[in-house]
Structure formats: C-alpha cells, structure tokens
C-alpha cells in the first residue's frame, strides 16, 4: 500500500467478510468517500475483495480501495466494525456475544491507537453489546462510537408501512428503539404520516386498520427470515452503513436511530441501545429524546435490562 498524502476522506473497514465487503463495494458505487481500507485477519480475502472493487472503479467514482493492517487505519475518518464471528440459522444475536466480545478487546485498543479521533460505526452484532465493548476497552469518547443499532430495522419498519398504505417509505415516520434483535419495540404514539399520526391517517384514508403486531413480527424476524433463505444478510446492512457514513463525512446532521452510550435518560444508564441521535461530522452530535407513553417507556426500560443482563454476563 503506498502513503497516503493526498488529502481526501479515508475510511477503514475492519472484516471483509460478507458485510465487511459489501460496505467497501457500496462506498465504492457511491462514491462516499476517497480511499477505503480493507483489513482482515485473513489478508489474502482482504486484497482479494480490494482487487476486485478496484478493478471496477474507472465505470464510476474515483475510490482509491486497498488492503493492509491494523496501522493503515491511520488518519481514518471513520473506522467501519464488522469484525467477529457471523449470525448462523437459528441463532440469536446474543448467542455471539462473549466470542465477538473476546475479537473486539483484542483488536479495538490496537487499532484506536492509530485511529484516535475516527469516528467508530460499530456494525457486528450482537451490535448494542459490542458498541459497549468498545467503550470500555478504548479510550474512545461515547459520541465517537456509533452502533448500526437499529438504523437498519427502523428503515425494514418504513418500508413494511409504506406497503400497507401505498406510498413511498420516505413519506413515512416511524422508528424502532431498544435493542437490535427481539427486546426492540415500536414506539406507535410518535409514528406519523406527513405529520398525521399513523392511525388518523389510516383512518382517514379509508386503509384497513394496520395489523401493527404482525408489523412487529415482520420487522424483529426480517434478518432471521433473509439468513433462513440466503444464510446471511449484507446488502441492506450496507446500504445503512453508507448513509450513517455519508451522514458524518457531510455533517449532515441526520438522525439516524443508531446505538449509543445512554446514561440518565428515561431512567436508563450504562447501556448502549438505539434512540434517535443527530449525525454529523463529530459523531453523535446530539441525542434527541421523544416524549413516549408509560407503557412504551416501560418497553424501552425492559429493552435496556436485557441489554444489561447480557452485559452483566459477559467477562470484559
């Protein structure tokens, strides 16, 4: 790998496994950033996969992508996560935990050290576990590490309500909250259509009334559902990724639910877990807290001790 004098944005992607490798591929198509790293402990699929994006570059944007280690990861923007073992058929995101977790103390001081003021998009799951992880084995500050959280379900629940009424997921406002996988919840009282809220609109628009449980189902199952048929998911979790990235490198202060340190908010503390936050060019710019009914904030609380029952098992 030749130096870097350029000047540019530089994103490092530690993993070029399934996920690991569609990020790169989709920051190569849309141009999002100058140069991209690709780092695994298997080198050979790391230069493999680099080959083969860059082989491709000169039909779109001009991407500089190349392998190396753990030091390339100097003067990254961003570092992208995707490091660990990946989700098999019928296991949950949990399940992984203390395996990812042993990757995660291992690698992360190594690579923060050549990386310090990066911003982190934690990516690998059980994501809310290891985002925690990072915290505690780094130095790194809690709004410099960002967990895909549930970036991703929040846009599988827009689009499973888009479906239903008929209209583009862009039109539609709705989030998923809590952990990523089975505590997640829907906060229904904040979800709105063209600021109507949800059920008004449907009402109005003479829509069947919409089955929000089997909307729950559709939207906790979906990655179980893709991993039953193809045996893992990447190109969805990509596409979250490149907006998250996108967002920071442009400060274009979007919120994204995403996975964060929550200390003293709704009577939750140290814990990572998905609200909204405000993205930009320093990571989590600012959270932003949505008034939630008793009962929805009493999910968002189950969610939390969950979280913090895994964490409470889990050898830092």
Avoid at 129 to 146: A, D, R
Avoid at 154 to 163: E, G, K, Q
Avoid at 204 to 230: F, L, P, T, W
Avoid at 269 to 296: A, W, Y
């Amino acid at each position: 790998m030749g130096n870097r004098t350029k000047s540019g944005t530089k994103i490092t992607i530690l993993g070029a496994g399934n996920v690991g490798a569609s990020v790169a591929y989709t920051f190569a198509v849309a141009g999002t950033c100058s140069d991209v790293v690709l780092v695994d402990i298997n080198k050979a699929k790391a230069k493999g996969e680099a080959m083969d994006i860059r082989q491709g570059v000169s039909f779109g944007h001009n991407v500089e992508v190349y392998d190396g280690g753990y030091e390339d990861a100097k003067d990254s923007d961003i570092v992208v996560v995707t490091l660990g073992i990946a989700r098999k058929p019928g296991q949950t995101r949990l399940d992984l935990a203390q395996t990812n977790v042993n990757i995660i103390k291992e690698v992360m001081p190594q690579v923060a050290k050549y990386a310090p003021d990066a911003i982190y998009v934690v990516v690998s799951n059980p994501v809310d576990v290891l985002t925690y992880t990072i915290l505690k084995c780094t130095n790194l500050s809690p709004k410099q590490v960002i967990g895909s959280g549930t970036a991703l379900d929040t846009s599988r629940l827009r689009s499973s309500i888009a479906d239903h009424v008929g209209l583009s997921p862009n039109s539609i406002h709705a989030y998923v909250f809590g952990e990523h996988g089975d505590s997640s919840f829907i906060p229904w009282s904040i979800t709105n259509i063209a600021g109507v809220p949800m059920d008004e609109y449907c009402a109005d628009q003479e829509h069947a009334d919409i089955n929000k449980d089997e909307i729950i189902e559709e939207v906790r199952a979906a990655g179980a559902e893709v991993i039953k048929r193809k045996g893992a998911t990447f190109y969805a979790i990509a596409m979250s990724v490149n907006k998250i990235c996108d967002s920071i490198l442009r400060d274009s202060k979007n919120i994204i639910t995403v996975s964060t340190l929550i200390n003293d908010k709704y009577g939750i503390n140290d814990v990572c877990l998905s609200l909204p936050c405000v993205i930009g060019s320093n990571g989590i710019e600012k959270e932003v807290s949505p008034s939630m009914t008793d009962e929805e904030m009493e999910k968002l609380r189950n969610s939390a001790a969950a979280l913090r029952s895994v964490l409470d098992q889990i050898v830092f």
